[in-house]
């Protein structure tokens, strides 16, 4: 999942129910969906979408009338479904599970803002807080566990894991520091950050059964920024010093990435389920960027998107769908679901 940045960003985390989490329909994982690029919008709105499921559910946000931020949840069959608030005039999701759950964050009616947990049986509901008055979600597992940053007492904010069963953990943070908590795979591990008073960033692992890896105070991930964390213990981000895309194998060791790091600065950004990598090059801004597909096998293959021109990748799931944003021929943002064909004896790589 991408990294969102401790409160610097407009979109929050997802959300967190009981029930067992639901398995790929067979339907759905063998039968190519009837186009391969779905744009999502909300009538004339500005529609910005942020994850989607193995079910192709998505959830983001749309701007209504009044210019308010409102949350929602996609499906191809239903459409738009809207989730409410927590009382206040802001609603941003950050990420869906396979349970269909939604967490983010939401303004309440005192003009706080509260991490959010939402689902179809119970609707949107507070995590609570780290004693402070706002905090967010990011991410969230087919476990229900969540994580994402929340406010102290003391006005500093640190790093939290949330659990249906425990609640809410401090993940705590290095000396005169912030921290975040920006994904969360199945195993439970976490990749978050620690942000200095001067905005610097130090990445680190946090495992349940472990604790926390603070690995930017290795000489070996001392120059690396992450996007995203793999089960198998993959690192894949950029060079803070030369701007490059960066893999770490399991080992800690970087892959060769070969000709993509001719095409300049940039970020390799997620894995997909065949074993082929998503990458952007290139870079100056989130707009007007090129974005790759690349193995260690495949050479860098360009995004084909009929006409729009790409900005960013927002999240895929293991059926080969990829959310993103991206300006159509009129210069209109919108957001798009783009099926990619997978290699079926790499999958699950």
Known sequence: MRISHLFSSTLVALLISGCAPKSIPQQLATKSPPQSIVEIAFDDHLTVAVDVNDFRQVTGSYYDELERERGFLWEAENGFTDLGSLGGDRTSPFAINNKG?????????????????????EGMKELGTLGGDSNRAHDINNQGQ??????????RYHAFFYSPDTGMQDLGALQNM??????????????GSHIS??????FFIWDPKTGRQDLSLEDRFADFQPDS????????????????PMLFAPNGRPYNLGPLQEYGAGSVIAKLPDGTYLAKVNE?????????????????????????ELSAIKEHN?????????????????SLLVRVKLNPSAAGK
């Open 197 to 202: 008073l001067d905005a610097q960033e130090f």
């Open 146 to 155: 969540v994580v994402g940053e929340s406010y102290l007492g003391n006005g």
């Open 318 to 334: 293991a059926l080969g769908d990829i959310l993103l944003s991206a300006r159509d021929s009129e210069g209109k943002f919108v």
């Open 284 to 308: 100056v801004s989130d707009i007007d960027s090129s974005f790759f597909r690349f193995s260690q096998t495949m050479p860098p293959t360009p995004i084909p998107l009929q006409g729009h």
């Open 101 to 121: 759950q939604i967490v983010g964050m939401a303004n309440t009616a005192q003009g706080h803002t509260r991490a959010f947990l939402w689902s179809a049986e």
């Open 178 to 191: 912030d921290s975040t908590a920006e994904m969360i795979l199945e195993s439970g591990k976490v990749l």
């Open 229 to 244: 964390l793999t089960e198998t213990g993959e690192l894949m981000g950029y060079s803070t010093l030369h701007g490059a």
